[in-house]
């Protein structure tokens, strides 16, 4: 779960550029601008409760699998802090519901966690009859609801978002290199920014989103909505066929893997998600 990094100033981009070519497991964000470091953050007691039969886990890189999903307590970045996370699930009938409680202190520029729920590739396979890969060609689409909540009003730096993967092979395994990586971010707090450099202001889904364009070794595009929200209903493609239009994404490419969970910088908070869900075709 590690991967290399290059301590920068907190001005510059870095959880992406400071990520490595090899051994990536976490998305690739990073924080815009400067943000002083915290202290490390007062006790204060989060509620967190997992539903009757429900799961729960605090261990780094627990799995959690759930039909055609898995939740991964992803603490990929922890070496540039200290705290804790943990993750559970309350159910799956119909929607999947989720949750995820965190406490980090340490660098203010580096992501710690990627806590999420997946669906398909993440360095590998954990459940059969995902759906994926799909190729863009096949114009399938990617419908998903999600309604969560975050608390408290104040849980630090960190965003909800989708991290969509992709990869030129129609059955890429552990040791494949993604090509693109697409993010599409929600939710964000305490000065939380995307890789890469502002391309343009798009129009997807009745919302506006600004989209960033960075590469470490492969390309990373990131739609960031430009007003936080804690309920998306999206078809996923259409943030593929905006990359498509510009020349940037070719059809070519397959669909490898679905996340959506929440990136975490510093400080202390909760993501629970009520309902969450994933068409393909």
Request: hydrophobic share 40%; charged share 15%; net charge positive.
């Amino acid at each position: 779960m590690l991967r290399k990094r290059f301590l920068l100033p907190a001005a510059v981009l870095t959880a992406a550029a400071v990520a490595a070519v090899t051994g990536l497991r976490g998305p690739t964000d990073s924080i815009a601008g400067t943000v002083p470091a915290p202290a490390a953050p007062a006790p204060e007691t989060i509620a967190v409760q997992a539903a009757p039969g429900g799961t729960r886990s605090c261990t780094p890189g627990a799995e959690i699998p759930r039909a055609k999903f898995w939740l991964n307590n992803n603490q990929w970045g922890k070496e540039s802090g200290t705290g804790t996370q943990c993750i559970w699930d309350t159910g799956t009938r119909g929607n999947l519901s989720w949750g995820t409680s965190w406490r980090w202190a340490g660098q203010a520029n580096s992501v710690k966690t990627y806590a999420s729920v997946v669906r398909g590739w993440h360095w590998g396979w954990k459940a059969q009859r995902t759906g994926l890969p799909t190729q863009l060609s096949a114009r399938k689409p990617i419908k998903t609801s999600w309604t969560y909540a975050v608390s408290p009003q104040n849980p630090g730096t960190m965003n909800v978002a989708y991290d969509l993967w992709f990869h030129a092979l129609p059955q890429p395994d552990w040791m494949h290199q993604p090509t693109d990586e697409v993010m599409i971010w929600l939710y964000r707090s305490g000065g939380a920014g995307p890789l890469g450099t502002k391309q343009a202001t798009v129009t997807i889904a009745g919302t506006t989103w600004d989209l960033y364009r960075g590469d470490i070794g492969w390309n990373v595009f990131s739609f960031v909505r430009t007003g936080n929200t804690t309920s998306a209903d999206l078809d996923l493609t259409r943030f593929t066929d905006d990359l498509t239009a510009r020349g940037w994404l070719p059809r070519t490419k397959y669909l490898s893997g679905i996340q959506a969970g929440t990136e975490v910088f510093t400080g202390q908070g909760a993501l629970h998600t009520s309902a969450y869900s994933v068409k393909i075709g």
